[in-house]
């Protein structure tokens, strides 16, 4: 009778709506037969209640599209998982996965690794890649902004409902995209939900790009996902010393692909053409670019210091670097490779 009504009824995840669904006219009577006296019982006082119309109704109001697992629309990537969504919550529209990526990383993202993930988010949207990812702070706030910076299609996985946008900062910047969440209308955020949407994110995308991300940072729950799903993990490499780049060196030891700019992505997953290298740097230029590599996010006069070179010098050859696209200008006067 009603499959979002049987969604909603308790004890009944993914695997039992989807059995109900296949055997059943899911009247009360079916629903018991197949899923037992006590399920049947519930589902017939979730139907009483009209708490399904009620969402409906709350869904319409916010130009909100319920999707479920009964529906042709339900995207088939999720109908994979392990426990897939029994119900979606969608704002706007869902891209199209076969040609978006998730870029996901720390909330406490450094100025050099925000720098990056907003360039690299704005040049996949003007090559016509979707970004994914969670509308977190930090390296998601970041990939969101860029993608919608470069004309491109973006997409927000909440741990909250869709009307509850979490963290409230990213309200202004929720308006301007497209939001999916697995919760209920109403849902506040809480700590539990966020792995949950995390495997959402993973599930959409064709490859998941970590930006930046300690040893135990929630992005990390995100690429464990994707692998189980046999998706591809590509990640940012960081000095070795700098903690809050561990989880993505630890990535690329066990295997994940290392990116160093958007291009790499793209030719990665076989959206760009292999082009001819660039011309290798030469001389001082290579040096300090090399330099700059070795030690991320860091201030001229520290690789002047490193390279034993006058900063006058140092300073010169990054704005060469900056100008060729291998370097980053970055707030607080520091340099980051590009």
């Known amino acids: 009778m009603d499959a979002l009504a049987l969604a909603f009824t308790p004890n009944v995840g993914p695997k039992r709506l989807q059995q109900a669904l296949e055997r059943t006219d899911l009247s009360p009577e079916a629903v018991e037969q197949v899923l037992g006296r006590e399920i049947g019982a519930a589902y017939r006082k979730v139907l009483g209640s009209g708490r399904a119309e009620q969402e409906r109704e709350k869904a319409l109001a916010l130009g909100v599209r319920i999707i479920g697992l009964w529906d042709p629309e339900y995207p088939e990537p999720l109908r994979h998982l392990a426990s897939p969504p029994s119900v979606l919550y969608l704002k706007g529209s869902l891209g199209d996965p076969g040609r978006s990526v998730a870029i996901v990383g720390t909330r406490r993202a450094s100025a050099w690794a925000k720098a990056w993930t907003r360039k690299v988010a704005r040049e996949l949207a003007e090559a016509g890649v979707g970004v994914i990812s969670g509308l ?19 997409l927000g996985v909440l741990g909250s409902a869709v009307d509850q946008v979490y963290p409230p900062a990213n309200r202004g910047l929720a308006e301007r995209m497209n939001l999916l969440s697995e919760f209920p209308l109403g849902t506040s955020p809480k700590a539990e939900f966020f792995p949950r949407r995390n495997r959402i994110v993973a599930g959409l995308a ?15 729950i995100t690429a464990k996902f994707a692998l189980e799903q046999g998706i591809d993990v590509l990640a940012v490499p960081g000095r070795p010393a700098d903690a809050s780049s561990e989880g993505c060196n630890r990535l690329i030891q ?34 300090v670019y090399r ?3 070795e030690m991320g996010e860091t201030l001229p006069d520290d690789l002047a210091l490193s390279l ?10 990054l704005s060469m670097l900056e100008l060729k696209g291998h370097a980053l200008s970055l707030p607080g006067g520091r340099y980051g490779p590009g």
């Open 136 to 154: 977190a702070l930090g390296i998601d706030t970041e990939a969101h902004a860029g993608a919608l910076e470069g004309g491109g299609y973006t």
């Open 206 to 220: 064709r490859a998941v790009i970590v930006a930046e991300a300690g040893a135990k940072s929630g992005a990390l």
């Open 254 to 287: 066990d295997g994940a692909g290392l990116v160093m700019g958007s291009e790499d992505i793209l030719m990665a997953l076989g959206f760009a053409a292999p082009r001819n290298p660039p011309v290798a740097l030469e001389g001082r230029e290579a040096s």
């Open 291 to 293: 330099t700059l590599l």
């Open 308 to 317: 034993d070179l006058p900063l006058s010098e140092v300073l010169a050859v």
